[in-house]
């Protein structure tokens, strides 16, 4: 519905998971269905698991590896400006055989601190909150009220195990205790205020 009659250049999505496939998967069926001259990039834990396996099986044009943050903004403005994506760092994408070629890695971001906290007005996020179910995160949420609210203060992990994968790499980095205080301040006085009204 969203897509009927609308002319998007580049649609944007992402695949955290192995049982989100299925999901994205239809979605990816459903953009080539009613928007079919836009281009889709995916990104997430899976596809950078497996870049080419997931880039062929999806159909999509292109996917971001790893940390997405600056790969997407260079990725995109190389696709606005018809630049050469064979120079972005992070991504995989089709060649012109339509195969699937994995670009020069991207370091990981040394300081996250750097990154912006989420802005979760656009994703509609107090819908979300309000439409939760206790089952729907069974990692993290065994309850119906109070509805958790995940935050991340690092990337990936100080442990080396053999069993465990990484797909953002192993430089584990962390946030300062005062840098996620900020964020949880920030989220209490948009969501909790919205909850309370």
């Known amino acids: 519905r969203e897509l009927e009659g609308k002319n998007y250049d580049v649609i944007c999505t992402a695949l955290v998971g192995g049982p989100n496939y299925v999901l994205i998967n239809e979605v990816c069926k459903g953009i080539r269905k009613h928007s079919p001259k836009s281009k889709i990039v995916i990104g997430g834990a899976l596809l950078t698991s497996e870049p080419v396996v997931m880039l062929e099986s999806l159909g999509i044009e292109y996917g971001v590896l790893g940390e997405g943050e600056a790969t997407i903004i260079e990725l995109l403005d190389c696709i606005r400006t018809g630049g050469d994506h064979k120079q972005v760092k992070g991504i995989v994408y089709r060649d012109e055989n339509g195969k699937g070629q994995i670009t020069e890695g991207r370091t990981a971001i040394e300081n996250i601190e750097v990154i912006p906290y989420p802005e979760m007005d656009g994703f509609e996020f107090n819908e979300y909150l309000d439409n939760i179910y206790c089952n729907q995160q069974f990692y993290n949420q065994s309850f119906n009220f109070p509805i958790p609210y995940p935050i991340l203060s690092s990337r990936s992990c100080p442990f080396h195990c053999t069993f465990c994968h990484h797909?953002?790499?192993?430089?584990?980095?962390?946030?300062?205790?005062?840098?996620?205080?900020?964020?949880i301040k920030m989220l209490l006085t948009i969501f909790l205020l919205n909850f309370l009204i």
């Open 167 to 183: 797909s953002i790499g192993y430089k584990y980095r962390e946030r300062s205790i005062d840098h996620v205080i900020e964020e």
